[in-house]
């Protein structure tokens, strides 16, 4: 059967993690972000069609799915790096010198904050504050928290990441 495509997306994958959750009992908004959890996984970011397409299969208002991806940061509504890199705009960290750790991971990877690499190997962000204030400057890495960081400790977490990247490709 050929896959259904909609703007250009597939929803093969999307159609598949449906199934798999619909076997377990209907999808409500109770299950919806486990359900939009593993979709991010199979696509990389939540294309809007899939959400419509979850709105249509399941019948949960499109808004509601929307407010429900705008509300949690973990949520990317456009494509998204493979890894992605968090710093804080918080005062601790600003004062214990963030924007020079920031600006040696920019240069390494040729982005700036708010940027993926042409590769969608790295995503680059900032939020509020990480919540680990004791630690600043404070980078995480795909979840990890690297704490009381130099701009050189940073450059070299991320350039193992990237050397380790193209480890995998060669
Ligand atoms: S100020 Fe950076 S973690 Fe709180």
Do not use: W
């Not at 909609?6 to 359900?35: C, H, Q, S, Y």
């Not at 990317?76 to 992605?84: N, R, S």
């Not at 995480?140 to 070299?156: C, F, S």
């Amino acid at each position: 059967m050929a896959a259904v495509v909609d703007e250009e997306v597939d929803f093969t994958r999307a159609e598949r993690i449906l199934k798999k959750f619909e076997a377990r009992g209907p999808v409500t908004r109770e299950n919806l972000i486990p359900l939009l959890q593993e979709l991010q996984e199979a696509y990389g970011y939540l294309p809007p069609a899939v959400l419509r397409h979850v709105s249509r299969e399941t019948g949960i208002p499109a808004s509601h799915i929307h407010g429900v991806v705008t509300f949690y940061a973990q949520f990317y509504l456009e494509p998204h790096g493979k890894h992605t890199i968090t710093f804080c705009r918080g005062t601790s960290c600003h004062v214990r010198g963030r924007k020079k750790v920031l600006g040696a991971v920019e240069s390494l990877l040729g982005i700036e904050d708010g940027e993926t690499t042409d590769d969608m190997g790295f995503s680059l962000e900032t939020v509020a504050c990480l919540g680990a204030c004791a630690l600043a400057p404070v980078m995480v890495v795909d979840g990890k928290y690297h704490g009381k960081l130099t701009p050189r400790q940073a450059e070299q977490i991320v350039r193992r990441l990237v050397e380790e990247e193209r480890r995998k490709e060669s």
